[in-house]
């Protein structure tokens, strides 16, 4: 539109004879244009408005806290959601077939870049578009759920943010909670990569260690309390992991969890403040700015290939002696006395 203004006011210049003046004053205008239409230059914030589509695989408050530091990220950056930024945001509602459904109106509404959090959405954005930047977030494995094929630069028009956590600080933890730790129960979703490969992984490493991994599969967020059961009995613990669909129920988990005296630890620190005794994770608000900081690149003009992928160093301990009390221990002492935040 502005070009058109542009060059009608080119043509009655012509009609009126000032031609030298118009093609000068055409060329100055046109230059304006063109920048004020591809946005910011010299690393300003974006003149023109930039569209960022962000969904979830579901909504639960460790999701929800990268959801918000990505757009506070974005805020803080010059992006003002409203001014020169439209926000899209959906969520899957934890249904995989939603997630693809609305991977493809993402990609079919042109986003300037999609934002997918949680490994399903991701897994669905990169299927439905190999041009468009996609920035994952809250991904275990990236490399393994064959998002990028590496993480120091894909290559590709994706990258992100891992929540991958080392495996050893959780089992020390495991064991200065319950010293004569020799089962752990651990429920999951199958359909869920993230949940597969923890799964995998906690067997390799608690094995040799004479620890027993009780696996206790559930497909639905309705079959959590029922997979838990099936570990009574059975189990010394239940460690959880991020898995969507635990989080998302994790209420009826804990009433398992009291009932049979079982106590919950987690890697997800929000789970805490819902019934878990204690859990060793990332801080999901803090990614969700690392994550923003990726967005707010691409935005400036960086391809999304160049950008490794950010995975946090720092963990935080969040513990709840009240909930230890309902489910049938003691925190030691100095459990409590390391933690960050302690919850009751």
């Given amino acids: 539109m502005l070009y058109q203004k542009r060059f009608s006011g080119f043509s009655k210049a012509l009609l009126w004879g000032g031609v030298c003046t118009a093609i000068l004053t055409g060329c100055s205008q046109s230059a304006q244009d063109t920048t004020a239409a591809d946005g910011a230059t010299n690393g300003d914030a974006a003149t023109a408005m930039k569209h960022v589509a962000i969904t979830a695989i579901v909504e639960h408050p460790a999701l929800d806290e990268v959801r918000k530091g990505v757009i506070d990220e974005l805020n803080e950056a010059g992006f003002k959601d409203g001014e020169n930024l439209k926000v899209n945001f959906q969520s899957a509602q934890s249904n995989t077939a939603t997630a693809g459904q609305i991977a493809k109106q993402f990609v079919a509404d042109n986003s300037d870049v999609i934002v997918a959090i949680g490994t399903p959405s991701a897994q669905s954005v990169a299927a439905a578009t190999s041009s468009i930047p996609l920035v994952f977030s809250a991904v275990t494995d990236p490399v393994e759920a064959k998002l990028v094929p590496k993480l120091d630069g894909s290559g590709t028009n994706v990258t992100g943010g891992s929540d991958a956590l080392p495996y050893e600080p959780q089992i020390e933890l495991m064991r200065q909670i319950i010293p004569s730790l020799k089962n752990v129960g651990y429920v999951y979703s199958p359909g869920e990569i993230n949940s597969t490969i923890i799964l995998r992984n906690l067997k390799a490493k608690l094995t040799p260690l004479g620890i027993t991994v009780h696996e206790a599969p559930a497909a639905r967020s309705n079959d959590i309390a029922m997979a838990a059961r099936s570990l009574v009995g059975k189990v ?9 669909n635990v989080v998302s129920a994790y209420e009826s988990l804990f009433q398992v969890a009291k009932e049979s005296k079982i106590p919950l630890i987690a890697s997800d620190t929000s789970s805490v403040a819902r019934g878990a005794v204690a859990a060793l994770g990332v801080n999901y608000y803090k990614l969700g700015r690392e994550t923003g900081k990726i967005v707010v690149r691409i935005l400036n003009g960086e391809k999304a290939g160049d950008i490794p992928v950010y995975t946090p160093q720092a963990l935080d301990l969040y513990v709840s002696p009240k909930n230890a009390t309902a489910e049938g221990i003691t925190l030691p002492q100095a459990v ?8 009751e």
Avoid: L, R
């Avoid at 010394?236 to 992991?241: A, E, F, K, V």
């Avoid at 409590?336 to 919850?343: L, P, R, S, T």
């Fill in 336 to 343: 409590i006395d390391k933690a960050k935040e302690v919850v």
């Fill in 236 to 244: 010394d613990m239940i460690y959880t992991s991020t898995d969507n």
